[in-house]
């Protein structure tokens, strides 16, 4: 192996291990960041930095296991763990020492990464049938009962429900922004996008690129479950919906992989909007990379403090005009891109 080889070895090497690392280690930060300008908006003092995100984590770590009330326990406990691993591949793909491995560093990997932990929510939904939780009043199941084939769902499934429709329409403008650039580069790859905007051609700047960030941020909100799009975890549901059966070590694993899904989501935005990589070889690029990662959550805490809950009548025709808004700016990037 010459010393070429042993240098691209040692990127690949440093992109799969060092940056997810470091990615976890910002997006523990980011929770407590989003809280306090909340909180400041609403002339509070809010919570320290540290406590919603690695705070949070390393409490639950520690608490004791309840006894899981789940069809397939073992699936609904690890189902966090699907979505952290798909984080973790997200944030690799969008770095160049990726960009030319079995095309892993394009955009259609990193799209059905984003689906994987989409689809995390329904799962743990689906699973989870906590008795706290059952429609009251609930008939009665004992032998000999006339109501014992009557049908039995829980607030968890009906919030499963909801992240499906969180899926189907909210989600979508984040993706159909996430093609604007490609019109602008004309490639999906990460690397070409990346290069299309060198010396300063940041698409951003332009007015289709703009009007893509808009959508793009929209669609970042709605797959965070963050007002106004938070329908996922109604008020009704006591506790966070799908969610409720996680606890101790379940449940951190859940607040990590929601600060990862905040990175990833942000850092794809960077890379495609701002063409600054998340290169772990070159230091000034990474530290603009981290800092400009803050735009999506900090104008995303803005929104929420002051945005109430959209109900699901008024997620949908917000849903579509963006992505109806983000259609026709791809059309128009296809006609002006580099």
């Known amino acids: 192996m010459d010393i070429l080889d042993a240098e691209t070895l040692a990127g690949i090497l440093v992109a799969s291990f060092g940056v997810p690392m470091l990615a976890i280690s910002y997006s523990v930060l980011l929770p407590g960041i989003v809280?306090?300008?909340?909180?400041?908006?609403?002339?509070?003092?809010?919570?320290?930095?540290?406590?919603?995100?690695?705070?949070?984590?390393?409490k639950f770590m520690f608490k004791h296991k309840p006894v899981i009330s789940s069809p397939m326990p073992t699936l609904y406990k690890w189902s966090p763990s699907l979505g952290i691993a798909a984080m973790y591949f997200v944030v690799i793909f969008l770095t160049p020492q990726w960009a030319g491995i079995l095309g892993l560093g394009s955009l259609v990997a990193i799209i059905g990464l984003l689906k994987i932990e989409?689809?995390?929510?329904?799962?743990?939904?689906?699973?989870?049938?906590?008795?706290?939780?059952v429609r009251l009043p609930y008939p009665d199941t004992a032998k000999g009962s006339k109501w014992s084939d009557a049908h039995r769902s829980t607030l968890e499934n009906w919030g499963s429900v909801r992240m499906w429709k969180m899926i189907v329409f909210s989600s979508l403008p984040l993706y159909v922004a996430m093609f604007i650039p490609v019109a602008f580069a004309g490639s999906i790859?990460?690397?070409?996008?990346?290069?299309?905007?060198?010396?300063?051609?940041?698409?951003?700047?332009?007015?289709?690129?703009?009007?893509?960030?808009?959508?793009?941020?929209?669609?970042?909100?709605?797959?965070?479950?963050?007002?106004p799009f938070s329908i996922g975890k109604a008020k009704a549901d006591l506790v966070e919906g799908p969610m409720l059966e996680l606890a101790s070590s379940w449940r951190a694993s859940y607040y990590l992989m929601r600060a990862l899904v905040m990175f990833a989501v942000s850092s794809i935005f960077?890379?495609?909007?701002?063409?600054?990589?998340?290169?772990?070889?070159?230091?000034?690029?990474?530290?603009?990379?981290?800092?400009?990662?803050?735009?999506?959550?900090?104008?995303?805490?803005?929104?929420?403090?002051?945005?109430?809950?959209?109900?699901?009548?008024?997620?949908?025709?917000?849903?579509?005009?963006?992505?109806?808004?983000?259609?026709f700016t791809f059309v128009i990037s296809m006609g002006v891109g580099g």
């Open 189 to 227: 790859s990460i690397a070409d996008i990346v290069n299309s905007q060198a010396g300063g051609n940041c698409f951003i700047f332009r007015v289709p690129g703009a009007i893509g960030a808009a959508v793009y941020f929209l669609g970042y909100v709605a797959i965070l479950n963050e007002y």
């Open 35 to 58: 809280r306090k300008i909340q909180a400041r908006i609403q002339q509070r003092i809010g919570p320290g930095i540290l406590t919603p995100g690695f705070f949070a984590i390393l």
């Open 270 to 327: 960077v890379t495609l909007f701002f063409g600054v990589p998340l290169d772990p070889l070159n230091g000034y690029r990474i530290i603009v990379h981290l800092v400009l990662v803050l735009v999506l959550p900090a104008l995303g805490a803005v929104l929420s403090a002051f945005s109430p809950i959209l109900t699901f009548r008024q997620v949908v025709p917000v849903s579509v005009v963006a992505t109806v808004v983000g259609f």
């Open 118 to 133: 989409e689809f995390v929510y329904v799962v743990m939904g689906y699973l989870s049938s906590s008795i706290l939780s």
